[in-house]
């Protein structure tokens, strides 16, 4: 079984900065992609930054400069950097990996439980 566990966020003053984690345990073989995605209230899922395998980095335009993902492999885990927050990047957040469980098998999307953001004006 595998699990995605994210954590780090919390009340923000506008301006301040958050470093949220996420840790992947379980029977892993490999791990593919891993991005953060958000959801404010009222608003659907968005992606927020994105990491392939490789290293490649996507960012959405609202946190270009902003956020930095990075990600350790050997410890299947990943962390976005955010700085300079505002209230617009209030949300819960969400870590997001594609996970093989074998050689053979497939990669499958998993999702961590969420961690709450709340930028205070």
């Known amino acids: 079984q595998v699990q995605l566990v994210d954590s780090g966020g919390g009340l923000v003053q506008a301006g301040g900065s958050l470093r949220l984690s996420c840790a992947a345990s379980?029977?892993?073989?490999?791990?593919?992609?891993m991005a953060w995605y958000r959801q404010a209230p009222g608003k659907q899922r968005e992606l927020v930054a994105h990491?392939?395998?490789?290293?490649?980095?996507t960012y959405a335009d609202s946190v270009k400069g902003r956020f930095t993902i990075s990600r350790d492999n050997a410890k299947n885990t990943a962390s976005l950097q955010m700085n300079s927050l505002n209230s617009e990047d209030t949300g819960v957040y969400y870590c997001y990996a594609t996970i093989r469980l074998t050689y053979s098998s497939a990669f499958y999307p998993y999702w961590g439980q969420g961690t709450q953001v709340t930028v205070s004006s």
């Open positions: 990491m392939a395998n490789g290293g490649t980095t």
């Open positions: 379980g029977s892993i073989f490999r791990i593919n992609a």
